[in-house]
């Protein structure tokens, strides 16, 4: 699933032109989870005790820690033995968090922008429970207006009741997560899903007019071949869905593919090099450019631009809030980062004391929000200095002159005009990596250039 909410441990940055190792090469927020700490989660506390802004949009967003199977590259923490009464238990726990921030001034009467419901697999709950979930979300903070409600999806959790209850529901943007259209390689990489799965539940999923549908694909997963990766950009556009979300596979610490990596003794993950899925993902963007598509940031195509938006990624991106509830997930509140327990006993046990489950947050300061967006916007593949310079007061051609000189030489990004400059395909294959480049000293862990 697209949105990584768990405990991660600092990692090691993916190199440029190397066989893939373990760690985490997808850079989802600034500065990284490692340098959030506990003891500043009276932060959250007291921006919440504050006025509300006026003008900052608000998300909300709920996890589903629930899968059907784990993946073998999975690294978020899923469940896949509870039971009706557990996820009861669960969605009670996420309620109380949920009413909890609703009764606060910062957020009292605030409506949301965006939604978003991520996992695990936010399909695997039945129609009455979505139901009864999202009532209950709705009565406490107003989802009426939304510009988007987005919900991750597995094709094997799909049928036509679930499609209908989770369009009845609100949800505008469904994410499909099809990583592969192959039957070895799903099963090889542990997915439950199979590729009649897919097939049944996109067709389900158009004919009650989503929105907008996106599907997820995996640059790069074991035993993927050349041929097949060419069949599955070919069935991907054969399908046309708005948007198609390409990730590169990276393999991190705690997932099944490290594991039997280290009782091996092996170094290397038995996936595709980082050149090699580099490759195929420019391949897959130069199809579906030849079809009609255009390629909006380092993973993504979407079929219509002016239509098919990303509330959730560019408003978040941009500093908006997120009330963040369930296991492992993080939010974003007036500038402070935090992230929920990990571990869903100590979770539901922290609601059931009246505590709040919040395990380590991290204050940001004016520097640190610009550099955030900064490099989160760099994965957009392009950007007009004169933006940072009226939000943040910031030359950003002088502040990063040596990176951005280094970038150019390199072939990883162009001048494109007086206020335009844009990474070149080389330079948004690898934007993760490179924007470590703008991180600050104290939240490097690599640099090359400066
Ligand atoms: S579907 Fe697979 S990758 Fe996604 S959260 Fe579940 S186990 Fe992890």
């Known amino acids: 699933m697209s949105d990584p909410s768990t405990l991660t441990r600092t990692p090691p940055i993916a190199k440029a032109d190397s066989e ?22 009276h932060r959250v506390h007291e921006v919440l005790e ?11 967003y709920f996890h589903i820690p629930f899968c059907r199977k784990r993946c073998h590259f999975c690294y ?3 469940y896949t033995d509870k039971n009706a009464n557990e996820i009861r238990a669960y969605v009670n726990a996420g309620m109380k968090e949920l009413a909890h921030y609703a009764a606060q001034p910062y957020l009292v009467g605030r409506k949301a922008h965006f939604v978003y419901f991520g996992g695990g697999t936010p399909s695997y ?12 979300m709705k009565d406490l903070i107003s989802w009426e207006g939304a510009e988007e409600v987005a919900f991750e999806a597995e094709p094997g959790t799909l049928n036509e009741t679930k499609l209908t209850g989770i369009r009845e529901v609100g949800v505008t943007r469904l994410s499909l997560g099809v990583e592969n259209f192959d039957d070895h390689i799903l099963e ?24 907008h549908i996106n ?9 993927e071949t050349e041929e097949n990766w060419r069949r599955c950009v070919a069935k991907a556009i054969e399908m046309g869905p708005d948007a198609v979300t390409i990730y590169q596979m990276e393999v991190p610490y705690n997932t099944t593919i490290y594991k039997n990596m280290q009782a091996e003794g092996k170094v290397t993950a038995p996936v595709a090099s980082w050149p090699q899925k580099r490759d195929w993902v420019s391949y897959a963007f130069d199809e579906f450019q030849k079809a009609g598509y255009t390629v909006t940031s380092a993973y993504t195509v979407v079929k219509d631009p002016e239509r098919i938006k990303f509330v959730y990624r560019d408003a978040l991106w941009e500093g908006a809030d997120l009330v963040s509830a369930g ?5 974003h509140l007036g500038g402070v980062h935090y992230q929920n327990q990990a571990d869903i006993g100590p979770y539901v046990e922290a609601l059931d004391r009246g505590e709040m489950p919040i395990f380590r947050a991290y204050e940001t300061n004016e520097e640190e929000r610009f550099i955030r967006e900064f490099v989160l916007k760099l994965k957009l593949g392009h950007f007009q200095p004169s933006y940072y310079k009226e939000k943040f007061g910031q030359d950003v051609l002088t502040r990063f002159a040596p990176e951005l000189a280094a970038l150019q030489r390199e072939g990883f990004l162009e001048i494109t005009g007086p206020d335009e400059v844009t990474l070149t395909r080389a330079g948004l294959l690898q934007s993760d990596r490179l924007c470590h480049e703008f991180f600050l000293p104290q939240h490097r862990q690599y640099a090359r250039y400066t």
Request: proline share 8%; glycine share 10%.
């Open 327 to 331: 296991v492992a997930s993080f939010g």
């Open 50 to 60: 504050g006025p509300a802004p006026v003008d900052t949009p608000l998300g909300v």
């Open 188 to 211: 090889s990489n542990g997915r439950a899903h199979r590729s009649g799965e897919i097939d049944k539940a996109y067709n389900f999923a158009r004919g009650l007019g989503f929105e």
């Open 125 to 136: 709950l039945s129609v009455p429970q979505l139901k009864e979930l999202t009532d209950r």
């Open 76 to 78: 978020f923490r899923v």
């Open 20 to 41: 893939t190792e373990a760690g985490n090469y997808f850079v989802s927020n600034y500065p990284p989870f490692s340098f959030w700490k506990p003891d500043q989660v």
């Open 215 to 223: 599907i997820d694909l995996i640059a790069g997963m074991m035993n």
